[in-house]
């Protein structure tokens, strides 16, 4: 009995019956989708971190104000504490010799932001134009303010990209006017597409498409803004070299510890420490959820066995009269060997299959960013196919090793 009359015969074995044949695929399908959903899920959430983490910039140390407390002393003395100023980010540029560039910024959240008939809401975020360098946020159309239109706290801005969108629809920005508040701003520039922030890089839940950037001054003088408020915001610490942005934080840290008095009203984000505790859970996350889908195809290739066991006990004088026309033990090892291949095979096409869909689902209903890589199919498709040839190889092997003489005898 050569290949082909193997397949053959392996095929009709499992066509005679197509229910039981399905129901032992069912192990392999749901094991394979698993392992191709939760690889998904765990390469989105990887990607979703690093996007997160790259908006605060690499090179960068992020200080942003905590709420304004009052604490006291060992002596007694009320310390209030009054955030990040100003005076804050000219301290740290001139004092920290590994900070090339310190951007001050203050935020004014959900301000109503119009054009003739048009309206939305977007977040202010007053700033200097070196945050252009700290944060890569090249204009898509237009130009970023400068120090001028700072020093003379100008009525100009950039616009976020959905604000764009919500005010000018498809018409040109630069140059407009529109209304922040009840302050007319000329368009000096349009973003494009951002990503939304989630709050995972320290930045708050915010979309930065929202945002519209005016100079920092602007913000200051312009706005009501409340004086129980910090002066600042967030404070970027753009850092020269980037093998020292640990010692930079720190350095930083003392010297705003010593200027608030020992009062924690600032916390300090090192995104490059974000990313390595990132990249610690993803590995984590990734363990844990192959380890439940390999579960799963365990399970599946148990299920395979134990159906071929089975069928074995179901055709064993089959296997006798096949034995008396001249199949060797090789021939009939081989039959039981490719059914169970051929199941498994079968089954990770299908789990495929639904391992896409069960990813499209959970983008769409869930709202998690799924990536199927290419490697991940391949893994699972080739983890099916290899729990399929174990499981099958202790049947198959029974199957062989029966007496010819007895399986003919067997009823």
Same mark, same amino acid.
């Given at each position: ?6 397949? #053959?015969? #392996? ?8 229910? +039981?044949?399905? %129901?032992? !695929? ?13 690889? #998904? ?16 910039? !690499? ?26 100023? !100003?005076?804050?980010?000219?301290? %740290? ?7 090339? #560039? ?30 252009? /360098? ?18 003379? &706290?100008? +009525? ?8 764009? +969108?919500? $005010? ?22 349009? !973003? ?12 708050? /839940?915010?979309?930065?498409? $929202? ?25 970027? $610490?753009?850092?020269?070299?980037? /093998? ?8 930083? /840290? ?59 006990? @179901?055709?064993?004088? @089959? ?7 001249? &199949? ?77 003489? @007895?399986? $003919?005898?067997?009823?």
């Amino acid at each position: 009995m050569n290949f082909n009359e193997s397949f #053959s015969v #392996s095929i009709q074995g499992l066509s005679t019956h197509k229910l +039981r044949t399905f %129901l032992t !695929m069912l192990g392999i399908i749901f094991g394979v989708a698993a392992v191709i959903a939760m690889l #998904s899920i765990g390469a989105g959430a990887k990607q979703e971190a690093m996007d997160q983490i790259k908006l605060l910039g !690499m090179n960068n140390v992020i200080i942003r104000s905590s709420p304004v407390q009052s604490e006291e002393d060992e002596y007694g003395t009320v310390i209030e504490g009054r955030g990040l100023t !100003m005076e804050d980010a000219r301290s %740290l540029n001139i004092l920290n010799p590994l900070v090339e #560039s310190s951007v001050p910024q203050k935020e004014i959240p959900d301000i109503r932001i119009s054009r003739k008939s048009e309206q939305t809401t977007g977040n202010i975020v007053g700033t200097q134009p070196r945050l252009r /360098d700290a944060l890569n946020l090249d204009p898509a159309y237009g130009n970023f303010f400068n120090y001028e239109d700072v020093h003379e &706290a100008r +009525r100009v801005c950039v616009l976020g990209y959905q604000i764009k +969108r919500d $005010l000018f629809h498809y018409e040109e920005a630069v140059g407009q006017q529109i209304k922040i508040g009840d302050l007319w701003f000329t368009v000096a520039g349009t !973003m494009g597409p951002m990503p939304r922030s989630t709050g995972k890089g320290g930045v708050g /839940d915010r979309d930065l498409n $929202l945002d519209v950037y005016i100079p920092l001054s602007t913000a200051i003088y312009r706005f009501n803004i409340d004086p129980a408020e910090p002066e600042v915001d967030q404070i970027i $610490l753009r850092v020269l070299d980037e /093998d020292r942005i640990r010692e930079a934080a720190n350095l930083a /840290d003392n010297l705003l510890d010593i200027r608030h008095n020992g009062m924690r009203d600032y916390r300090i984000i090192v995104p490059e420490e974000l990313m390595r505790q990132s990249q610690q859970t993803q590995r984590i996350f990734n363990i844990v959820m192959g380890a439940i889908a390999g579960i799963s195809l365990l399970v599946g290739g148990i299920g395979i066995m134990n159906i071929m066991l089975a069928s074995i006990l @179901e055709r064993t004088r @089959e296997i006798g009269v096949r034995r008396a026309m001249g &199949a060797t033990r090789k021939d009939i090892l081989g039959q039981f060997l490719i059914e169970a291949v051929l199941l498994s095979f079968s089954g990770g096409l299908i789990g495929i299959l639904l391992g896409f869909i069960m990813t499209k689902i959970i983008s769409s209903y869930a709202q998690w960013k799924t990536i199927v890589d290419f490697s991940s199919i391949i893994l699972a498709f080739g983890v099916s196919a290899t729990v399929g040839i174990l499981f099958g190889i202790y049947p198959a092997r029974k199957a062989a090793m029966l007496d010819p003489i @007895e399986s $003919l005898r067997y009823e």
